[in-house]
């Protein structure tokens, strides 16, 4: 068993309903949740024209290799109607891998640690609220450190349904 973080985003259709739903078939087909965070709205991010964001992090534990669970997801984001046509566009469902343990993954499908979560206030604040002393395998840093020195400026809320 790997313990994987993972980032869920919606900011298309039902989002709450989404998230949620997105959530358990996480925990039926990838691993069972063993940390989760509160859920934040955040202002889109690379595409800012459209609608605000849920975001939030997670952690499990998995039997899968990471292409394995890749496909996975991937698998759920379609089953909830995700698009794939505009680059940070709109979506029903975003999940993506943020630390698979302390593995680097750098394959065509798949790079592992996320290569931009350190530039991202919306990953940053929902994974410190979960695992703020994990180490960056990478850049050897603490998701709390990571976060003190981001330079994303745009605003992450709790969200109160």
Same mark, same amino acid.
């Given at each position: 068993?790997?313990?994987a ?6 900011n ?9 739903? =997105?959530i358990?078939? @996480? ?5 069972? $949740?063993i940390?989760?965070?509160?859920m934040?709205?955040?202002? %889109?991010?690379?595409l ?11 952690v ?10 890749l496909?996975?997801i ?5 089953n ?9 566009g709109?979506?029903t ?5 943020l630390?698979? =343990?302390?593995?680097i @993954?750098n394959?065509?499908?798949?790079? $592992?640690?996320?290569?931009?979560v350190q530039?991202r206030?919306? %990953? ?10 994990f180490?960056h ?5 603490t ?19």
């Amino acid at each position: 068993m790997t313990k994987a973080y993972l980032l869920l985003g919606s900011n298309e259709g039902d989002r709450l309903g989404l998230m949620q739903e =997105g959530i358990e078939q @996480i925990s039926k087909t990838c691993g069972k $949740i063993i940390g989760q965070s509160h859920m934040y709205e955040t202002a %889109a991010w690379g595409l800012e024209e459209q609608p605000d964001f849920l975001n939030m992090a997670i952690v499990i534990d998995t039997p899968l290799q990471p292409i394995e669970l890749l496909k996975s997801i991937h698998n759920i984001e379609q089953n909830l109607g995700r698009q794939r046509t505009l680059k940070w566009g709109q979506r029903t469902l975003d999940i993506d891998i943020l630390f698979f =343990g302390q593995h680097i @993954i750098n394959i065509p499908e798949l790079t $592992i640690p996320h290569p931009a979560v350190q530039l991202r206030r919306f %990953a940053l604040v929902p994974l410190n609220e979960i695992a703020p002393r994990f180490l960056h395998p990478v850049l050897n840093k603490t998701i709390s450190g990571l976060l003190a020195d981001c330079p994303d400026p745009l605003p992450v809320t709790e969200y109160r349904a």
